[in-house]
Nanobody
């Protein structure tokens, strides 16, 4: 069992940056592939980024590639999402999620994740 708590959301102007954190409970955090998703009002969950258990492999959605960076610190049981060059289209609730599935194409789909945080709101003003 893993419990996830996101933090770091807030209001930022277009062009600004935010760093989201996701703290995980439990001693098996390093066994999980971790992902970040977001959900805007009236829209489905959108995959953003995924990182392997070791942190050695990452993958990004085209919509955030080059602007967002996912990373993890297994010693701190934390995964991060550094978000730069934010636009109003990035406004959403951001979620981190954990899956026991091996890093791969399947980990781009929210249905394959076992545990979710409560979400943190990111609002980008124009």
């Amino acid at each position: 069992q893993v419990q996830l708590v996101e933090s770091g959301g807030g209001l930022v102007q277009a062009g600004g940056s935010l760093r989201l954190s996701c703290a995980a409970s439990g001693r098996t955090f390093s066994m999980y592939t971790m992902g970040w998703f977001r959900q805007a009002p009236g829209k489905e969950h959108e995959f953003l980024a995924v990182i392997s258990w070791s942190g050695g492999r990452t993958y990004y959605a085209d919509s955030v590639k080059g602007r967002f960076t996912i990373s993890r610190d297994n010693a701190k049981n934390t995964v991060y999402l550094q978000m730069n060059s934010l636009t109003p289209e990035d406004t959403a609730v951001y979620y981190c999620a954990a899956t026991k599935a091996t890093y791969g194409s399947g980990t781009r789909y929210h249905r394959n994740y076992d545990y979710w945080g409560q979400g943190t709101q990111v609002t980008v003003s124009s």
